[in-house]
Structure formats: C-alpha cells, structure tokens
C-alpha cells in the first residue's frame, strides 16, 4: 500500500466515524463547541487533514 492509499483510508475512517458521531451529538444536543472539539481530534488521532 502506498502512502496515498494509506491516508485516502484513513481520511475515508476518520470521516465515517465523525459523521456517526456527528448524528449522536446532533440528537443528544451536544454544544457545537465541544463537538468541533472532538471532530478535531477524531481527524487529529488518524493524523489526516480535515478540510470544512
């Protein structure tokens, strides 16, 4: 696998598990704040780049 692959995935990860938890925060009216807190750092642990 090269790197591309490698981050391709890891982004494609890091997006999947930021929408579900997106959706809990969502219905369990989480503050905006600390969910972009943790979005931040869902991307930060799969060392990728989110772009908004």
């Not at 503050?31 to 799969?46: G, T």
């Amino acid at each position: 696998m090269n790197k591309s692959d490698s981050y391709d995935s890891k982004l494609s990860q890091a997006r999947t598990l930021a929408s579900q938890l997106g959706m809990f925060a969502e219905e369990n009216d989480i503050p905006k704040e600390l969910w972009d807190s943790l979005e931040a750092k869902i991307y930060d642990f799969y060392e990728v780049t989110y772009d908004r």
